[in-house]
């Protein structure tokens, strides 16, 4: 028992649990694409949407959803340090070239890409969320009818009629690509599951969800623009 080494204290732990939040990462935003993407199918669906959301347990759970996304990402970004702390301390003088020529680029630069997509995190946080960014076109701020529903189709459309918003959005949207590109089939070496016909799954899988979410979220910013949806 003496040499018992509990799971989240060694370097196998710490990468197993960034694969479990990875994938719940993972699933949300492509859950939040998913449901975004009904601004395709006009004003009616994604405000219905938007209000389900708003009201489900008298809107208690959305905020309970929305602290947890923040804390899996924090806790998914503290194993990224410790995780690189650990390796550099394994590893002092640093590999020459050799050492990285099978490596992507996004492969080396998870910790940069991890960071944007955090700080963009924030910024959504406050510009759809919360409405401290671009107030006038809050969602709370334009009322659809007598019910003061939110109208989070107008929201949406308003905030991406401006170029700068959009711009900022998809290059998020590209950082996030690169990110999953690795990220996304790395948890299944992660949790141990990348053996035998497995491992051929690592790569194509990453870059699939890379390509739908990247390609899904850019379709609005970019359809807007461009005055398809209006």
Known sequence: MSSFVPIPSSSIGYKFFMGITGLLLIGFVLGHMTGNLLIFMGPEAINEYGEFLQTMGHGVLIWVARIGLVAIFSIHMTLAFVLRKKNNSAR???YGADGT???????????????????????????????????????????????????????????????????????????????????AGS????????RGWVRNLVLPLGYGIAGIIVIGNCSIPVSILLGWVK
Do not use: C
């Open 92 to 94: 002092p003088v640093p």
């Open 101 to 183: 020529i099978q490596a992507s680029w996004a492969s080396r630069h998870m910790m940069l890409t991890g960071i944007v997509i955090f700080l963009f995190l924030v910024y959504h946080i406050a510009h759809f969320t919360v409405g401290a960014i671009d107030p006038d076109n809050h969602k709370e701020v334009i009322a659809r009818d007598i019910h003061n529903k939110f109208d989070i189709y107008t929201m949406v459309v308003r905030g991406f009629q401006q170029p700068l918003v959009s711009g900022l959005y998809i290059l998020a949207q590209l950082a996030l690509g690169l990110h999953l590109t690795h990220g």
């Open 187 to 194: 948890w299944l070496q992660s949790l141990g599951l990348a």
